[in-house]
Nanobody, 124 residues
Framework: QVQLVESGGGLVQAGGSLRLSCAAS????????MGWFRQAPGKEREFVAA????????DYADSVKGRFTISRDNAKNTVYLRMNSLKPEDTAVYCC?????????????????WGQGTQVTVSS
């Protein structure tokens, strides 16, 4: 079993940056592909980014491509999301998830473990 704890959220002005962290417990962290999703009030959960177990493959939603960077440090059992050039529409609760296998890592239903989330608020 894996427990995930996100941190690093907060209030930032448009154009600013934040780095989110997702710390995982358990010795099998490196076995999981990891993803970041977000959910804004009144909206459905949305895929943001994903990274393979080795870190060699990454994927981004079009809305964040070129602004966000996902990375991981398996020695520290942590996955990161660096967010630059933030926009008010990036405001949401950001959650990380752990996925073992599936067909589409943009599908949140394929993730078996989730953190509680961290709030990101971008003011205009």
């Amino acid at each position: 079993q894996v427990q995930l704890v996100e941190s690093g959220g907060g209030l930032v002005q448009a154009g600013g940056s934040l780095r989110l962290s997702c710390a995982a417990s358990g010795r099998t962290f490196s076995s999981y592909a990891m993803g970041w999703f977000r959910q804004a009030p009144g909206k459905e959960r949305e895929f943001v980014a994903a990274i393979s177990w080795s870190g060699g493959i990454t994927d981004y939603a079009d809305s964040v491509k070129g602004r966000f960077t996902i990375s991981r440090d398996n020695a520290k059992n942590t996955v990161y999301l660096r967010m630059n050039s933030l926009k008010p529409e990036d405001t949401a609760v950001y959650c990380c998830g752990a996925r073992v296998r599936g067909r589409d890592w943009r599908d949140g239903n394929e993730y078996v473990y989730w953190g509680q989330g961290t709030q990101v608020t971008v003011s205009s």
